[in-house]
């Protein structure tokens, strides 16, 4: 039995609650796969669009009105956290039944600790939220000490930093969960980015990406192997250009040195490729796999994918 993280992105969760309850029936079907075939699976998330439409619920009300109260960023992925966690636990507990698996599934609300002196929060560049024109965005600065940024000329959008993870508060009792068989869903889009300062955790407005705190937990369980599921089959060098190439393996050495050349882009490959090396650098024998949602079940078997050596 190997026991595998596998990171889910949360574009591939729909953009509202609606098409979530429709795409996740779609998601989990790879996901109760691996756990049909004799593994031990810890699911992560992203959150991206989803505590992007509750932070712009609750701005938007406020706007409206000051009656309406404001949401911490830190609240709003706790509740992204909840109502993901929800549908996908009805959906895999339906698979898992459709497949006679007796798996049970759980959700933890999960916080990650990071460092207060992590020099992200001095470089805030993670852009969550709508689109303001720049009055608005002044007005924002000078209320509620948001920090803004125009966004490829389409207007200034609030900005955040994106520090890493160095702990999982909850991550105990996610060890006991998994030690009883149950399929456990944590750290959710990155998990809550929390400080702790004596025998408090303190929420702190920051995106961790949900691709390093998924090494992380992986690194911390000890498991066999990383899987990060995202848009594209493999990894590949020169993307979406006429001298595109696949990469079926590579090595740690190897992605030190596209990356030092200029390979994968910040916004989307980049993060993957980087939490797939911290995690198979940390021991011998891990394997960190990139690949499709759609084909999890071949990437797991050596035919399809991008596996990540050390």
Known sequence: MRKIVVALGGNALGNNSYDQIEKVKHA????????????????????????????LAFETSNKLSINNPDMPFPECG??????????????????L??????????TVITQVEVEKDDLAFKNPSKPIGAFYDYDTAQRFIKEKNYIMMEDANRGYRRVVPSPKPVNIVELDIIKTLVKAGHLVITVGGGGIPVIKKDNEYIG??????????????????????????????KVKLNFGKSNEISLDEITVSEIDALMSEGHFHKGSMLPKIQAARNFVSKKTKRIAIIASLEEASKALAGESGTRIRN
Do not use: C, R, W
């Not at 989990?28 to 049909?36: C, G």
């Not at 039944?97 to 759980?106: F, G, P, R, Y």
């Open 78 to 95: 706790a509740m992204s956290q909840g109502y993901i966690g929800y549908h996908l636990q009805n959906a895999l507990l339906k698979e």
């Open 28 to 55: 989990v079907k790879p996901i109760v796969e691996l756990v049909k075939a004799g593994n031990e699976v810890i699911l992560a998330h992203g959150n991206g669009p989803q505590v992007g439409m509750i932070n």
């Open 204 to 233: 702190v407005p920051a995106v961790i990406d949900k691709d390093f705190a998924s090494a992380k937990l992986a690194d911390l369980l000890d498991v066999d192997m990383l899987v990060i599921l995202t848009a594209v089959d």
């Open 97 to 106: 039944k459709d497949q006679n698996l007796s798996t049970q599934v759980a």
